[in-house]
């Protein structure tokens, strides 16, 4: 069946996302999947039992628009613990259908046609979408291969009276880079008596390497009042498929944050708040993320270490970038497709992470999984 009419497409440029695409050709190839950002592990079993319990006590209508004060409440006291920053769980921190759908939200509130929004590359391939969707004009600027590292007196010279929003993520997906107090106080200084807003995707905030502290903008007050945060319940708690996260914002944002929210999704899972709210109290459970899934990159590393891949450095995030140089200089998607079918070890291309498709000869590898897959999957890259 086909539509009579015409459709001027909004985003001619884009297809189906590469997550989808590479879980589909793994599918496909019976491979091991370390391409999608998911654990294959299941989570705790107390967090699924306060979820059918809230269930079965009848929390099955809509949540409050800005989520369930219960939750709000134990967000606000986590915060200031962790970072040092008072938000009012009123006014101030709002529950949202996962952490996609917060960054559209943001954007959508704030940038509004021929606003530019400046964008730091590799990033997640939602951001550039959001942006143009709401007339805006993404300005990029690359880190700096290998390390990923930002020059803030580069970032600062693409910040003019267009300039609306900012977007930063530590820990950063892909590359497992994070941004140190060092980089806060420099984008703190070259944002000084601007109107930027900050988008500051924290999503990992609990995956952070090697005893470095995670630097949230909520840490820094002159950014804070300046920032929305987005965290994700999904990353913290093993639980990706619930779509579950919260934004941070100082009022005046927060109000115009909900605005957009209220009209795409209203309210987030309510029994999953009502669980929530009890389980985050167990603070040991993201207290103790950093080194459990540390543990798992430290093994995945070691498993490859002998291989034709080179390791690049990874402090957060549960993903590891390998690079390829040494096997093949085919293009990264076409080397990705081919490990897939070939190798049986499906992994993502870091070119589609950048608006001119950059290659490096890097791919990226999802360790958040058990060790027997990560076991079987580096056998099969050790023959690479």
């Given at each position: 069946m086909n539509f009579s009419g015409t459709i001027k497409s909004k985003l001619p440029a884009v297809g189906t996302t590469i997550f989808s695409v590479m879980t589909a050709h793994a599918v496909e190839n019976n491979a091991i999947n370390l391409a999608q950002g998911f654990p294959d592990f299941n989570c705790h079993p107390d967090l699924k039992k306060l979820v059918s319990k809230a269930m079965d006590d009848?929390?099955?209508?809509?949540?409050?628009?800005?989520?369930?004060?219960?939750?709000?409440?134990?967000?606000?006291?986590?915060?200031?613990?962790?970072?040092?920053?008072?938000?009012?769980?009123?006014?101030?921190?709002?529950?949202?259908?996962?952490?996609?759908?917060?960054?559209?939200?943001?954007?959508?509130?704030?940038?509004?046609?021929?606003?530019?929004?400046?964008?730091?590359?590799?990033?997640?391939?939602?951001?550039?979408?959001?942006?143009?969707?709401?007339?805006?004009?993404?300005?990029?600027?690359?880190?700096?291969?290998?390390?990923?590292?930002?020059?803030?007196?580069?970032?600062?010279?693409?910040?003019?009276?267009?300039?609306?929003?900012?977007?930063?993520?530590?820990?950063?997906?892909?590359?497992?880079?994070?941004?140190?107090?060092?980089?806060?106080?420099?984008?703190?200084?070259?944002?000084?008596?601007?109107?930027?807003?900050?988008?500051?995707?924290?999503?990992?905030?609990?995956?952070?390497?090697?005893?470095?502290?995670?630097?949230?903008?909520?840490?820094?007050?002159?950014?804070?009042?300046?920032?929305?945060?987005?965290?994700?319940?999904?990353?913290?708690?093993?639980?990706?498929?619930?779509k579950m996260g919260y934004v941070l914002a100082p009022a005046d944002l927060m109000k115009e944050f909900r605005k957009?929210?209220?009209?795409?999704?209203?309210?987030?899972?309510?029994?999953?708040?009502?669980?929530?709210?009890?389980?985050?109290?167990r603070k040991e459970l993201y207290l103790e993320l950093s080194a459990f899934y540390q543990e798992k990159r430290d093994y995945f590393r070691k498993l490859v270490s002998g291989s034709n891949f080179k390791v690049l450095p990874c402090n957060g995030s549960y993903f590891q970038l390998l690079n390829y140089a040494k096997i093949t200089q085919e293009r990264d998607i076409d080397f990705a497709v081919r490990l897939t079918r070939e190798h049986k070890v499906a992994s993502i291309p870091t070119s589609v992470f950048y608006k001119m498709k950059t290659d490096h000869n890097v791919l990226r590898f999802c360790f958040a999984k058990s060790n027997e897959t990560l076991e079987k999957a580096a056998e099969r890259l050790m023959k690479v």
């Open positions: 009848g929390h099955n209508q809509y949540a409050p628009m800005p989520g369930l004060m219960s939750l709000r409440e134990k967000i606000a006291i986590k915060t200031q613990e962790l970072y040092q920053a008072i938000y009012d769980p009123e006014k101030e921190i709002t529950i949202v259908p996962g952490g996609t759908h917060a960054l559209y939200a943001a954007i959508s509130a704030t940038v509004g046609e021929g606003d530019e929004v400046i964008v730091l590359e590799p990033c997640y391939d939602s951001y550039v979408p959001a942006i143009e969707l709401n007339g805006g004009r993404p300005v990029f600027y690359e880190l700096k291969y290998p390390d990923y590292k930002v020059d803030w007196n580069e970032v600062k010279k693409l910040i003019n009276f267009k300039t609306r929003m900012i977007i930063i993520n530590t820990p950063h997906n892909p590359t497992g880079g994070v941004l140190a107090a060092d980089d806060m106080l420099q984008l703190q200084k070259i944002l000084d008596n601007t109107d930027v807003v900050v988008l500051s995707d924290e999503v990992y905030e609990h995956i952070i390497f090697d005893k470095q502290e995670h630097q949230s903008v909520a840490r820094f007050p002159k950014l804070a009042e300046r920032s929305i945060i987005v965290s994700s319940f999904g990353k913290t708690y093993h639980t990706t498929g619930w957009v929210h209220q009209f795409i999704a209203f309210s987030a899972n309510t029994p999953i708040q009502v669980a929530l709210s009890e389980f985050i109290d």
